[in-house]
Every structure is written in C-alpha cells, then in structure tokens.
C-alpha cells in the first residue's frame, strides 16, 4: 500500500463543475460550499491536482489547485476561499423563457 501511495501511485486529475445559476441562491450556494469544505477535509493526497469550474449559463474561469506533498494545506486554504467568492449568478433575460415559435 505504501507503494501506491508513493512513487508507483499516478497523480489524480479531478474535475468539478459547480452549478452556480440563479437557482442556487441562498441555502442551496451554501450547501455548495459546504460541500466543498468537506471535501477539503478529508484525506487529499500529495500531488492530486484539483479543477472547480463554476457554471451558470456558460462556464466561468476554471480555478485549478495542486496539493504539493510539502504544503498540502495551502491548497486547502485556496480551495476555500474560492468557495466563499462563489455567487449565485441569474440568467440572462434571453435565456429566461422558452422561445415563441414562429409561423
């Protein structure tokens, strides 16, 4: 076991994406962030690279987060901190009702 967690262990890849439209406002974004709390407390191994891509009507700036096996915990403090600056984003107007068909 101790080999898989060392050298012989490929690095993990993860990728999350985050519902943030409008319909996450409130108790929902909070869950969310719980969510990713929890995730960031439990056992994360060195050289795990982490992917948040928050997403509403289009996907937002990806935010990528490398667990060093010398500082896993900053990672951790930077995946927080994204958390908190995530905001529930409403649609935009054209996007909020199915179109009239023509003819």
Do not use: H, K
Not at 50 to 70: K, W
């Amino acid at each position: 076991m101790a080999a898989y967690n060392g050298t012989a262990r490929r690095p993990a890849r993860t990728v999350y994406v985050l519902d943030v439209s409008g319909s996450m406002a409130g108790e929902r974004l909070d869950a969310l962030r719980q969510a990713l709390d929890t995730l960031t407390s439990g056992t994360l191994l060195a050289d795990e690279q982490i992917t948040l891509i928050p997403f509403s009507s289009s996907p937002g700036t990806p935010a990528t987060f490398d667990l060093s096996a010398a500082q896993p915990q900053r990672a951790r403090v930077r995946i927080r901190a994204f958390a908190e600056t995530l905001t529930a984003r409403a649609r935009p107007p054209s996007m909020t009702r199915w179109p009239r068909p023509t003819g």
